[in-house]
């Protein structure tokens, strides 16, 4: 399975290379699933973790938390076996054990769900 960066087609090991967090490169059972772990920072206070796996044997997918200013915004996707069926992001309000809810997280999941083929927990 290759993964698409821009024009250039990457595999995933390729992919680990170029964008692997230093320190938080995939151990070997994680490497073994296809799982990659990387950060998207947009701004100091707001940020986003995701994790996806492209693992040939398993139905593909990524988790994308937010952080920060986004705290408990979850986005899920699961790839479908079948090509004909798109794949529909979920996105939901899901704050971690002990943290606080970012100020923007509400607005955010609420703008996210307005997005034709976007859904909610409660709409699955």
């Not at 952080?67 to 899901?94: E, H, T, Y």
């Amino acid at each position: 399975m290759l993964l698409t960066d821009g024009l250039c087609t990457k595999s995933y090991d390729q992919f680990v290379e170029s964008y692997s967090n230093p320190g938080n490169e995939p151990d070997e059972t994680e490497r073994n699933a296809c799982i990659s772990r990387f950060a998207m920072r947009f701004s100091p206070t707001c940020w986003y973790e995701a994790t996806a796996s492209l693992y040939e044997k398993a139905q593909p997918w990524i988790l994308i938390e937010g952080g920060g200013d986004d705290c408990g915004v979850c986005i899920s996707v699961q790839v479908s076996g079948d090509a004909n069926v798109p794949s529909r992001p979920v996105v939901d309000l899901k704050v971690p054990r002990g943290a606080k809810r970012g100020h923007d997280s509400g607005a955010i999941v609420r703008a996210l769900r307005d997005i034709p083929g976007w859904r909610g927990v409660a709409a699955i």
